[in-house]
């Protein structure tokens, strides 16, 4: 297998970090009339997220959660390092399953990528949501992406050109039954063969009533579906992507 930075070619492919820490700042500040200071970015991979948190101010503080050492070592390596020493003393790492509870009390909570699919049992998602709300300091949210659409009930294949490489978001079928899915995560590196399944997941693709149900049950107040930056208003489209806020 050709050797690649996975990590920095998945970067570049789908994460926005230095965008997504204004944007979710914007909007908690719009739902809650104030700025959230404290984060936790669940399944934070390579916690590109938390590093630019900690560069919006002296306040910010965040901790990032997930399992995989490999990627908690690259975030470490390749992104905390760029920190000046007072902003790096404001990230905090853990290697943890998602669902253990615990750790400091956010305002904010980012899940993000689609990660919570990984759970694929009702109790399950709702136990992630349970402990997200016990987490969540009073007026905390739970922020979520979601996507959907005609285009993901069958195989599908999205391929989109970069400067020195091509990404190709592969996913291989669709159970109706189960409503889960494979999907990929494939690298052509420019001049180079292609890479496959350099990234796997096993997912259900929950649906936007199922996880606000979810999050009703879990003990959330409230829910609200942005499309496209307004709220409620939905388009069906082949393939489409969401957020949902929660607030506890
Ligand atoms: C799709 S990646 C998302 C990474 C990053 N949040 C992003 O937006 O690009 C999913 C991540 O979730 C982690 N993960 C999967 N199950 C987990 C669990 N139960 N607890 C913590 N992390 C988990 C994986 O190690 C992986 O880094």
Redo the contacts with the bound molecule.
């Keep these: 297998m050709a050797i690649i930075d996975k990590y920095a070619l998945?970067a570049k492919a789908?994460?926005t970090p230095a965008a997504d820490a204004r944007f979710f700042r914007h909007l908690y500040r719009d739902l809650r009339g104030r700025a959230p200071k404290r984060l936790r970015?669940?399944?934070?991979?390579?916690f590109g997220v938390c590093c630019e948190w900690v560069k919006l101010g002296p306040g910010q503080t965040a901790h990032g959660?997930?399992?995989?050492e490999e990627?908690l070592r690259y975030g470490r390596e390749r992104n905390l390092s760029k920190l000046t020493p007072g902003q790096r003393r404001r990230v905090a790492v853990t290697r943890?399953?998602?669902?253990e509870p615990g750790g400091p009390s956010p305002d904010l909570i980012l899940?993000?990528?689609?990660?919570y699919n990984?759970f694929t049992k009702r109790e399950a998602l709702k136990a992630y949501f349970v402990n997200c709300r016990k987490s969540l300091r009073r007026g905390g949210v739970l922020a979520l992406d979601i996507f959907g659409g005609a285009g993901t009930l069958k195989r599908n294949v999205e391929r989109t050109d970069n400067r020195n490489f091509v990404f190709y978001w592969e996913q291989s079928g669709f159970d109706p039954v189960t409503h889960e899915a494979s999907c990929a995560i494939h690298f052509k590196p420019k001049g180079r063969k292609k890479v496959k399944d350099v990234?796997t997941?096993r997912w259900r693709l929950w649906t936007i009533p199922e996880v606000r149900e979810l999050l009703a049950e879990a003990g959330f107040r409230t829910s609200h579906v942005y499309w496209e930056g307004l709220r409620g208003k939905a388009r069906l489209e082949r393939v489409w992507i969401a957020l949902i806020l929660a607030e506890k």
């Design positions: 998945y789908v994460q970015e669940d399944f934070c991979g390579t959660r997930d399992l995989s990627a943890q399953d998602v669902l899940a993000q990528n689609f990660s990984v990234f997941y």
